[in-house]
Structures are given as structure tokens and as C-alpha cells.
């Protein structure tokens, strides 16, 4: 494993920390402006929608457990794909999943990665 993979591999890492914690400016960070995602429930949504819900408290992620995490770079465009266990409260209701997780991360500002795309699944 080279060097690129290894700061995505962090980069993700960094990402889930963010989500775990409501880390509103960490999200902001290392999530793309231009950023194409799609839940579980196969609706779009927007960096903007994704940073409000965290914001607002509309959605909570009570814990968050890394269970497979693969990480594949070619030049500046690295993928995750990460199995996570996640517990928490999304408008009003409590939940339990295991959520696959496939990011598509783009090289920003030297050896920085931001998510371009993401795409979520039941697992």
C-alpha cells in the first residue's frame, strides 16, 4: 500500500470521526461542494442538506463501528468502500444499520482528499 492510499485510508477515518462526533466543520472539510450523494433510501441529497442535518440535530449518530474498509487510488482520484455498524436518531427515530458506504475522494490542495461522490446501502 503507497502513500496516497494510506491518507485516504485516514482521510475516511477522519470522515467517520466527523460523522460520529457532528463535527460540522470537519464534514465541511472533507466533503466536496460539488459533492453527488445518495442515501440508503436511494434519495439524493446535497453537501448543504448533509451538514444542516448534522447541525440541526436531525441527524445523531450515537456510534459508529468500522467493520471492512477497502481503499483503492489512481492519481488524484481515490474510492472507499467501508462497512460501517451505526447507531443514532434520524428525524425523531431511533435506528440500528449496517450501512455500506462507497466514496469516490478527489486530491485537494496537495495531499488533502475530499469526497466527490458517496453512495450509501443497507448492508
Given at each position: 500500500m503507497g502513500a496516497a492510499?494510506?491518507?485516504v485510508r485516514e482521510a475516511e477515518r477522519e470522515l467517520?470521526?466527523?460523522m460520529r462526533a457532528g463535527d460540522v466543520g470537519a464534514l465541511g472539510r472533507l466533503i466536496d461542494d460539488r459533492v453527488?450523494?445518495?442515501?440508503?433510501?436511494?434519495?439524493?441529497?446535497t453537501k448543504a442538506q448533509d451538514l444542516e442535518a448534522h447541525r440541526s440535530g436531525t441527524l445523531v449518530i450515537q456510534d459508529l463501528t468500522e467493520e471492512e474498509l477497502s481503499v483503492v487510488v489512481a492519481g488524484d482520484t481515490g474510492?472507499?468502500?467501508v462497512l460501517l455498524a451505526l447507531t443514532g436518531?434520524?428525524?425523531g427515530e431511533e435506528?440500528?444499520?449496517r450501512l455500506r458506504y462507497t466514496r469516490t475522494w478527489i486530491r485537494h490542495g496537495g495531499d488533502r482528499w475530499?469526497?466527490?461522490?458517496?453512495?450509501v446501502s443497507p448492508a
Open positions: 492510499e494510506d491518507r467517520q470521526s466527523a453527488i450523494a445518495t442515501g440508503p433510501d436511494g434519495r439524493q441529497f474510492v472507499t468502500v436518531v434520524n428525524e435506528f440500528a444499520a475530499r469526497v466527490l461522490a458517496a453512495h
